[in-house]
T-cell receptor
């Protein structure tokens, strides 16, 4: 079946540090890939997505590139801020077909200190 | 900005009791979902719902679970006889067109079964 694996956390960084959160997936066909973020006390919000190989999703300074050859979708940001402290989830939706359920990774907690 | 809302934010119940978790999806969305996250584990898909019927359900979604859209705005998840292992955060989500369209999540209901 489909699965998403995220690096173990938590991650603690100083403000303005470079961020990489690893995500790899297992799926048949050509999944669409997503990063969701959950700020304290809130629901999951879509951060970015990519629907085909070599696509780059970007939002709020975050980027992730769909790498089919390595089945990866690593999240990066050049300079993190305290406000980026949250839980980050990598996820996929199986393509093709009408099946639209999200398969999530375990999530990783990011803490950014001033 | 439209958002998905969920009530209550926290529900405590005794084992064997029935609970109903409520969600109000975004008003023009047609696809509805329930996910859950047991503490320390992955966010797991429970069920998807479209055109007043279940589109897909996971192995978790057994006969103890049911979903309903009782009116034009609410989407509910009922657990008929709760078990200790049902303790989790339950997330409702909705999307406009299904497939790989963005799913918008509510803030979740924390269910504690004693």
């Amino acid at each position: 079946g489909n699965s998403v694996t995220q690096m173990e956390g938590p991650v603690t960084l100083s403000e303005e540090a470079f961020l990489t959160i690893n995500c790899t997936y297992t799926a048949t066909g050509y999944p669409s890939l997503f990063w969701y973020v959950q700020y304290p006390g809130e629901g999951l919000q879509l951060l970015l997505k990519a629907t085909k190989a070599d696509d780059k999703g970007s939002n709020k300074g975050f980027e992730a590139t769909y790498r089919k050859e390595t089945t990866s979708f690593h999240l990066e940001k050049g300079s993190v801020q305290v406000s980026d402290s949250a839980v980050y989830f990598c996820a996929l939706i199986q393509n093709p077909g009408a099946n639209s359920k999200l398969t999530f990774g375990k999530g990783i907690t990011l803490s950014v200190r001033p | 900005e439209p958002e998905v809302t969920q009530t209550p934010s926290h529900q405590v119940t005794q084992m064997g009791q029935e609970v109903i978790l409520r969600c109000v999806p975004i008003s023009n969305h047609l696809y509805f979902y329930w996910y859950r996250q047991i503490l320390g584990q992955k966010v797991e898909f429970l069920v998807s719902f479209y055109n007043n019927e279940i589109s897909e359900k996971s192995e978790i979604f057994d006969d103890q679970f049911s979903v309903e859209r009782p009116d034009g705005s609410n989407f509910t998840l009922k657990i008929r006889s709760t078990k200790l292992e049902d303790s989790a955060m339950y997330f409702c989500a909705s999307s406009a067109t299904g497939a790989t369209d963005t799913q918008y999540f509510g803030p979740g209901t924390r269910l504690t079964v004693l």
